[in-house]
Each structure stands twice: as C-alpha cells, then as structure tokens.
C-alpha cells in the first residue's frame, strides 16, 4: 500500500471471544472508542472493509472486544484471526501535538546518535508481538538493526525536522560478528 497517501494500521483482530462472533482486537493508537467513528476499516490484505458494530473495553487498554458487521459466528471470527484493519493516512486527523505521531510519519526519517552524528534511515516500524522497534538501515551498509522504540533508546522523535536521535545501549549498533571459520581436520 505505497503511494503518497500510506496506509495506518489502526487494529488486528486476534482471537474469537465468545460463540457469537465477537473477537479480540488489539489497538495501535490511544483512542479505543474513536476506532468505530471512522466508518468502515479497511483490510490491510485488501480483502474489503470491515463495519464494526460494537466495541467494549478488554482485558488491557490495548485491547477491545468488538462485533463486525455481517459476522456472527466464532467460526467467522477465526477465519480473521490476524487481519490488520486501518486506513489511508488522508483520513486520519491531524496530530497537533508534536509528540503525537503515526507510525508512518516515522518511515524514511533520518537516525541520529546523541552526537549528532548520522547513523541511517528509518525504513519500517515492527512489532512481533511484544514492543515497537524501528527497523534502520545503517549507512555503512550491511544488515539493518531493529532499535527498541522506547523513551530511553529513542528520547527524540522530531517528525517536522525529519529525524530521531537514538541513544543505544553499548552493543546495539554493532555489526554482526562473523563466525570464525571451522579450523580443517
């Protein structure tokens, strides 16, 4: 979904709760109950959109249970399990806090070091299932490194200006170490 207008993961149905269709949905931003002002969300797999119908709070504040519209069985809420739901970017309001940001806005940014000096380029955000973490592509060249996206690793996120500052434990930004070749015997 590249283009002009990115594509903001909003949420990604998990698992079923329940026999009548509800699921557990986690949520990537800070506003659950704004999640079902937007109208239909789009599927990130380009499978349609999806309505939501009801929305309650789960057992953490990243997390709801909501019904979609037109599904109403467990079975149905399965066949989701992992699908992302979002919107284009034009859509979305405004940040208008300048430490307010959509994981988009971070991509291509430029990765500084506390010094000053340039360490790379922001090319995604991840998250596998535990925290954030900036995948950067290092200017040397070599593999990129994926940057815990936390306060203490990255206290400076200056979207308007274009760039992070990173401030990484010692070993973080190392390259990978080679393994020393098998002696012959």
């Given at each position: 979904m590249?283009?002009?207008?990115?594509?903001?993961?909003?949420?990604?149905?998990?698992?079923?709760?329940?026999?009548?269709?509800?699921?557990?949905?986690k949520l990537f931003g800070d506003d659950p109950a704004g999640l079902s002002e937007y109208?239909?969300?789009?599927r990130a797999d380009g499978k349609g959109h999806l309505a939501i119908n009801s929305m309650r709070a789960g057992k953490t504040p990243d997390m709801v249970v909501a019904t979609f519209e037109?599904?109403?069985?467990?079975e149905q809420?399965?066949?989701?399990?992992?699908?992302?739901?979002?919107l284009p970017r034009s859509v979305l309001p405004d940040v208008d806090d300048e430490d307010d940001f959509y994981?988009?806005?971070?991509?291509?940014?430029?990765?500084?070091?506390?010094?000053g000096a340039r360490?790379?380029?922001?090319?995604?955000?991840?998250?596998?299932?535990?925290?954030?973490?900036?995948?950067v592509k290092p200017d040397r060249g070599g593999p990129s490194v994926l940057v815990p996206f936390t306060k203490a690793i990255v206290p400076i996120v200056t979207v308007g200006d274009g760039y992070v500052v990173l401030d990484p434990p010692d070993g973080l930004l190392d390259?990978?170490?080679?393994?020393?070749?098998e002696a012959d015997g």
């Open positions: 590249a283009g002009s207008d990115p594509f903001i993961i909003l949420a990604r149905i998990g698992a079923p709760n329940g026999v009548r269709g509800a699921a557990r949905v109208g239909p969300l789009r037109g599904i109403t069985s467990r809420v399965a066949e989701l399990n992992g699908v992302e739901l979002g994981h988009a806005d971070l991509i291509g940014l430029e990765v500084r070091l506390t010094d360490f790379g380029e922001i090319m995604q955000v991840a998250n596998y299932g535990a925290d954030d973490l900036l995948d390259p990978p170490k080679k393994k020393p070749a």
